[in-house]
């Protein structure tokens, strides 16, 4: 495949999958810079094309598997707040009543070691997910350059 292709494509292509490092500086910019230069290019050279896709495809599927752990962990960090306002940690058990109003969690069967583990999980899981994004985009930034068809791993096509 390195015969039929440019040197101007291998290098475009390679600055669309190092361009996902831009949200380190820009808000969304692992999105937009990307697909602002796959757009611009993408009817000209297929091999732009094809590598924008998986990029775009990689970014759009480590965002979804983030939301998904944020979403399993939540109920358990929910769990642990009653334990804080309880009087525990924050002390606030003096302002527990308000006019005769009682605000009364009984999160006695919650503990705090069995909040800690999922939310422990979920983290390592968030760390490996951003692991694995600079990883691969390195790889694929390294292999496109020269000239190789590269695949992203646990990827979603949402863009064929």
């Not at 796959?38 to 091999?47: D, G, H, K, V």
């Not at 800690?116 to 350059?145: D, K």
Request: hydrophobic share 50%.
């Amino acid at each position: 495949m390195t015969e039929t292709l440019t040197k101007h494509e291998r290098n475009l292509s390679a600055i669309i999958h190092a361009s996902t490092f831009s949200r380190f500086v820009i808000p969304f910019g692992n999105f937009f810079i990307p697909l602002v230069l796959w757009l611009a290019n993408r009817n000209e050279y297929t091999y732009v094309d094809y590598n924008g896709k998986q990029v775009l495809n990689f970014q759009i599927s480590l965002l979804l598997y983030s939301v998904v752990l944020g979403m399993i962990t939540v109920p358990f960090l929910l769990g642990f707040l009653p334990n804080i306002f309880e009087g525990g940690i924050l002390n606030l058990r003096d302002f527990n009543e308000f006019n005769n109003i009682s605000f009364h969690w009984d999160s006695d069967w919650l503990s705090l070691g069995r909040m800690l583990w999922p939310i422990g999980i979920a983290g390592m899981l968030q760390f490996s997910l951003f692991i694995i994004n600079i990883v691969y985009t390195i790889l694929g930034t390294i292999r496109t350059n020269e000239g190789e068809a590269f695949r992203y791993p646990i990827t979603i096509k949402f863009i064929k």
